[in-house]
């Protein structure tokens, strides 16, 4: 910077000496040339010297930072020498235990060969020793069959038999002293003064009711609401699945169908189209799908309002939705809802006396008739159906039990099932719960059938349905008929009443063998 000065003003100092001119001018200009030079070289040495300290400082800087380097490089060395020297020590510490475990495989290698070197040559004598024996016992055999002169393939025979024989009768005389104790005094005494005792404590209704199947209608209101060639109630059947029956007169309309709730809603929609004219201008099918939408909120408080009313904790939803369907189902004219609340009652006091648990009990009455809710769509008996239902939702195998085996599907597994069987049959029996109209037709059918089937069976010499048909008692031939084959023929009887017969409730089937001595005297 001070050169560039310098020369400026050296240059300036020229331009003027040219420009004025004159001796003067050239004197001073040659002092300013003087002083300039002057200034130039000590500015040139200032500027060595500032140089000089720059290159001092810079190679103190960097030795510094290699000083520096070289610590850190010698401190990072270090730490790597000291994890190499810890992973020697390991690696001589895996390779010692690498080496003991080495030998020890070896031994036990060893061993190992020693021992299937011994089962080898013991495997060896063995089927010696059993080719032997199965010589020794051919000829023994051969002996013995001489001896007793007869073959052992019959002799095995007539013992399998004798023992299949003996364990048939031990177990016809199990299974009699069973029902005998079953149907002791105290027993039934017993059983009596609980059902008693739970009906006495419920009080609930003995009215029968009857779901709508016939509506009859002013013939022009039915006309209009069929509309042209039954357009309306075409949809309608597309809509539910319930087919619609003008009478011949034109004065009434037949639902036909299995399905509770879609005649509920055609009975529903038909209802509305009476009361409010106007909505036959409207889309059949949208009316029909409101009128489900509204149902299916019903049937879920139905569901949960049974929960409740019975202070038990709710199932999984689609059980609710199930039961809560019950109120749109009728038996013999008796509400399917209504009875499965009514035996739940009944089996939670009966189970509260027995010292059991109430809640468990009053669940799976609640539960025990969910199949007649999908019995339309699923063949199949609605205790099976209901019982695999609950056991897919992962309810208690007691439950799903006492739901299949409420009408003997299968096999009673707790005293819960029981109770619940007969708490259905008592709800189902009580004066004033159902009306058997049908029934009553094929009273004479269903008597004639029972003879038909007890009749068929070997032995038997007289049949008398009693009850009306709740019971049949079966008369054998003393001479021809056991004891222990009273027993098989009973069971055989009541599978083939349940198999091949269609009937409400329960048949008691009776098998009685008596001995008589008769004599005249003169």
């Known amino acids: 910077m001070y050169l560039l000065f310098a020369a400026v003003g050296l240059a300036v100092g020229v331009f003027v000496g040219l420009t004025v001119g004159g001796s003067a001018l050239r004197q001073r200009l040659a002092r300013i040339r003087v002083s300039a030079s002057g200034r130039a070289a000590d500015l040139l040495r200032i500027a060595a010297s500032d140089a000089e300290l720059h290159r001092k400082d810079a190679e103190v800087a960097a030795k510094e930072e290699v000083h520096r380097a070289r610590v850190e490089a010698e401190a990072i060395l270090a730490s790597e ?3 190499l020297d810890g992973r020697r020590d390991q690696l001589g510490t895996a390779e010692r235990r690498v080496e003991e475990l080495a030998r020890v495989v070896g031994e036990r290698a060893e061993a190992v060969s020693k021992r299937d070197n011994d089962v080898r040559s013991r495997d060896g004598d063995a089927r010696a020793q059993e080719r032997e024996a199965a010589r020794l016992g051919g000829e023994s055999r051969g002996v013995l069959e001489r001896v007793a002169g007869e073959r052992a ?6 013992l399998v038999e004798q023992l299949l024989e003996e364990v048939r009768a031990h177990a016809a005389s199990v299974v009699r002293a069973v029902d005998v104790n079953a149907q002791g005094p105290e027993v039934v005494r017993d ?13 609930g209704h003995f009215l029968t009711e009857r779901l709508v199947s016939t509506m009859p209608l002013p013939v022009p209101i039915l006309e209009r609401m069929a509309g042209t060639d039954n357009e309306r109630f075409g949809v309608l059947e597309a809509a539910t699945g319930i087919k619609l029956l003008i009478s011949e007169h034109h004065d009434s309309i037949r639902l036909d169908g299995q399905d509770g709730i879609g005649r509920e809603i055609v009975r529903r929609v038909i209802r509305r189209w009476e009361k409010e004219p106007r909505l036959l201008d409207k889309d059949t099918s949208s009316l029909a799908q409101q009128t489900r939408e509204k149902l299916d909120r019903e049937i879920v408080e139905f569901g949960r309002r049974a929960f409740t009313e019975m202070r038990i904790p709710k199932p999984h939803p689609e059980i609710v939705e199930l039961v809560g369907k019950l109120n749109w189902r009728t038996s013999y004219t008796q509400n399917q809802w209504k009875h499965a609340c009514e035996a739940a009652i009944l089996c939670g006091i009966i189970a509260e006396e027995m010292g059991l648990d109430a809640s468990l009990a009053k669940r799976a009455a609640l539960m025990h008739d969910i199949g007649k809710s999908l019995t339309h769509a699923i063949d199949g ?18 439950v799903a039990n006492a739901i299949g085996a409420h009408h003997l599907d299968e096999p009673f597994q707790s005293a819960y099932a029981e109770i619940v069987a007969a708490c259905d049959a008592l709800s189902g029996a009580r004066p004033g719960a159902r009306r058997e109209s049908a029934m009553v037709e094929s009273y004479g059918k269903r008597l004639m059938e029972l003879e038909r089937i007890a009749g068929s069976l070997r032995g038997v010499d007289s049949v008398h349905p009693v009850q009306g048909g709740r019971e049949v008692r079966v008369y054998v031939q003393e001479g021809r008929v056991s004891d222990e084959r009273c027993v098989e023929m009973c069971g055989e009887l009541a599978k083939r009443i349940s198999d091949e017969m269609v009937f409400p409730g329960q048949i008691k089937v009776t098998v009685i063998r008596e001995f008589r001595a008769v004599e005249v005297a003169s």
Do not use: F, P, T, W
């Open 191 to 203: 059983s009596k003064r609980l059902m008693d005792l739970a009906m006495q404590r419920y009080d």
């Open 153 to 158: 393939d019959d002799v095995k025979r007539r």
């Open 81 to 83: 020498l000291r994890k």
């Open 381 to 398: 008996s609605h205790a099976v159906i209901g019982a695999d239902i609950a056991r897919r939702l992962g309810e208690d195998e007691r």
